[in-house]
């Protein structure tokens, strides 16, 4: 009860003090860093306790985040199966370009938010048909303004926000700043060099260059590992 009066508390006061949800950014990966195959192949990494956990994780949240990536190559539904909850948390998905379209099941039960740059009305009206909100959301370089995503789901009474995404997702938030707290679920297993890794990032020349992170928590959840790390500083 305690840790959960904690969580709500650090959400909240993200929300009201920095004017963005709290960031926690969840991984499955194999030991060797790895989240999907050079095909997209994902399913399973982690067993099945700690996707359990991934449940709890989801339950716990006021909105999952995830990307155009993983909606096209997972189709998956982001939901919490497992346990009983009133409320689905929302689902938001970045999708800057609109390449996913309405039928993905992440659209199919009225509490998805489509956060886009390109505004097709077309292609909008189509979401909206099935109920899918649109954010709108300004550009920054090219690509979607994640700062701009946060503000607006902190706008919407967001205060806890877990992604749930590929590498070029988790990339660009660790990147902005914007991630508070990982959770990486380590399974003991080996995916090789060829595989996906899990942050998409500019090569580095320098390791002072590196990010750093403190382990908050670390410990065993079935066969797999789970640690919980902060960017050091943040
Ligand atoms: N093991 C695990 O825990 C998980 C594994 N996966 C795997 O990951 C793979 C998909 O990875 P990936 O293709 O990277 O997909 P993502 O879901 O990460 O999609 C890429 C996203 O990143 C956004 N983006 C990229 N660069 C920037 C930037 N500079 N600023 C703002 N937004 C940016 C894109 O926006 P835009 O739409 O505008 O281009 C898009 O939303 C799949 O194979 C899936 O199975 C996925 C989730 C979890
Ligand atoms: N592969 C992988 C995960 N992947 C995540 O789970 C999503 C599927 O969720 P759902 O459609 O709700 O079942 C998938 O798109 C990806 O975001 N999660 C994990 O805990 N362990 C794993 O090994």
Not at 25 to 35: I, P, Y
């Amino acid at each position: 009860m305690e840790a959960e009066a904690r969580r709500v508390h650090r959400g909240f006061l993200s929300r009201v003090e920095r004017g963005r949800p709290w960031v926690t950014l969840k991984a499955a990966a194999t030991l060797d860093g790895k989240t999907a195959l050079l095909n997209g192949s994902s399913k399973w990494i982690t067993g099945p306790q700690a996707r359990l956990d991934v449940q709890r994780l989801r339950a716990a949240h006021c909105a999952i985040l995830t990307g155009s990536g993983t909606v096209l190559a997972d189709d998956p539904q982001l939901t919490v199966r497992e346990l009983p909850i009133a409320v689905q948390p929302w689902r938001v998905v970045l999708d800057g370009e609109l390449r996913t379209g309405p039928a993905a099941r992440v659209y199919q039960d009225g509490r998805a938010l489509l956060a886009a740059c390109a505004m097709d009305a077309g292609k909008l009206a189509a979401f909206g048909a099935r109920g899918v909100e649109t954010l709108a959301l300004a550009r920054r370089d090219g690509k979607a303004d994640l700062a701009d995503l946060l503000a607006q789901l902190a706008g919407r009474g967001i205060n806890e926000l877990m992604v749930e995404a590929g590498a070029g997702l988790n990339g660009a938030m660790l990147r902005a700043g914007l991630v508070d707290e990982i959770v990486l679920y380590l399974a003991p297993s080996l995916a090789g060099d060829a595989a996906r890794g899990l942050f998409a990032w500019p090569a580095l020349t320098d390791l002072a260059d590196k990010v750093a992170l403190d382990i908050v928590d670390a410990g065993k959840v079935g066969a797999d590992l789970k640690l919980v790390l902060r960017p050091r500083g943040a």
